[in-house]
């Protein structure tokens, strides 16, 4: 594990440097992330009996400098191309007050439809209250045992509400960046937002809308400076103390929402981190001593969401199912994440590992160079937004497969839709001194 760890922090260094030393560029946020993990799991070698195997540590150290090779070589093609205004800054964007108190009062009505939905879909399981109706509805959700599921007009208004926590996210940003002060209104269309994403059980959604706010507000604060801001020593400290902050509220999210079957006051805080830091390594290592048990599966797991929509739709794949069996060490339960190269060598052996590696790099990089490109309001709106949705999935790539699961889903298209349409709505469109409707087609 030392020695992973020594290679990471060299592989780390090395995409710092060919990123013009930007903490936010793709391939050093993927190559931090196993070593954040392999520092975790460093610590609890003992406990896990962790010998980390040859393999292992090949895929691992071998899969991060392929995706810094890739990213390094987007970056080169596309920073020839790039034409960047470096005297122009982020637009201070303008949304009538109408709009605000319209979407706020429609992301609430939104909520009331998911709440009274859920209740009706758990009473057949006994649920008491909202906290036991969102537990059961994700313990049964989970173990394909749910009877009931929601309207699909439900799920396209939570999409809605939940594109907007992201939409939003550049506009809260962009105010509190170049004004200075706390846009309320667009801090309480995100804040509904969350509550809307964790109307089902899962903290993904709250996490990655705080990521999203530091994303954007990142590359607004550096395009105001020329793109020539460098992060100092104390800004790093300040993203670690938010970072520290976010996981240790991971634990009382979690028993807010009903999931307390996982966070039982027997666990220590640290352990319970260390479950989700730094056992993924731990399970990966172990799934790759048991290689012969899973490559003979044609149980698709990387594209499985989409797999799903696919099956749904022209009743095909209908028994594929997301296949992350619980490990336990010495009677310490490790959970059941196993890194994002998991699905690569489940379902391609090793040789997955280079193109959806390959893949991932290119589109992450491909964006993240559009993102510094581009300065007129839509055009960087969009890029930046997406850049911080997929930002996410870059962090927790020592986690799970969460590019490939949110990413490459139905869901992400109505997501692209919305954002569509808020550009559209709250940017383009507006309403002249004698009330006529006027829609903007350039900037």
Wanted: aromatic share 20%; hydrophobic share 50%; glycine share 4%.
């Amino acid at each position: 594990m030392i020695l992973l760890i020594i290679v990471l922090s060299i592989f780390l260094y090395i995409a710092w440097l060919l990123n013009n030393k930007d903490v936010f560029a793709p391939s050093f946020i993927f190559c931090a992330s196993f070593l954040f993990s392999s520092v975790w799991a460093t610590a609890y070698i003992n406990t896990w009996n962790l010998n980390l195997r040859l393999n292992t540590f090949l895929v691992i150290s071998g899969g991060t400098l392929l995706f810094i090779t890739i990213s390094y070589f987007v970056h080169l093609v596309m920073y020839r191309k790039n034409k960047l205004q470096v005297d122009k800054q982020a637009e201070i964007i303008s949304i009538e007050r109408w709009k605000y108190l319209i979407f706020i009062v429609f992301e609430i009505i939104v909520i009331f439809l998911v709440i009274r939905s859920l209740k009706n879909i758990t009473k057949i399981y006994g649920a008491s209250d909202l906290s036991n109706a969102i537990f059961l509805y994700r313990y049964h959700s989970v173990n394909g045992t749910l009877k009931m599921n929601f309207p699909g007009y439900i799920l396209w208004l939570r999409s809605a509400v939940s594109a907007a926590g992201y939409w939003f996210a550049y506009t809260f940003s962009n105010k509190l960046i170049n004004k200075r002060k706390i846009p309320f209104l667009d801090l309480v269309v995100i804040i509904l937002a969350m509550v809307n994403s964790s109307l089902l059980g899962g903290r993904n959604g709250i996490v990655n809308m705080i990521i999203s706010v530091c994303v954007c507000s990142y590359f607004i604060l550096v395009r105001n400076h020329a793109f020539a801001f460098k992060f100092k020593f104390k800004n790093i400290l300040k993203l670690v103390f938010m970072a520290t902050i976010v996981l240790y509220l991971f634990q009382f999210i979690g028993e807010l929402l009903g999931r307390n079957s996982v966070t039982q006051s027997s666990v220590s805080m640290v352990d319970y981190l260390a479950k989700y830091c730094g056992a993924p390594i731990k399970n990966l290592d172990i799934f790759l001593s048991e290689k012969n048990t899973y490559w003979t599966s044609q149980n698709n797991q990387t594209f499985i969401y989409l797999v799903h929509w696919f099956g749904e739709k022209f009743g095909l794949f209908t028994d594929y199912v997301l296949d992350l069996p619980y490990q336990k060490v010495n009677g310490f339960n490790l959970g059941n994440v196993y890194s994002i190269f998991y699905p690569f060598i489940y379902d391609y052996g090793y040789f997955g590992i280079i193109w959806l590696t390959s893949i991932m790099a290119l589109i992450c990089q491909c964006i993240y160079e559009l993102v510094k490109r581009f300065y007129n309001t839509s055009k960087n709106i969009f890029y930046t937004v997406t850049y911080g949705y997929i930002f996410s999935s870059l962090i927790f790539s020592f986690f799970s497969n969460k590019f490939y699961e949110q990413h490459f889903s139905y869901g992400f298209f109505r997501t692209i839709i919305f954002w569509l349409l808020f550009d559209l709505f709250f940017i383009r469109l507006k309403i002249t001194e004698r009330g006529i409707l006027k829609i903007k087609i350039k900037y």
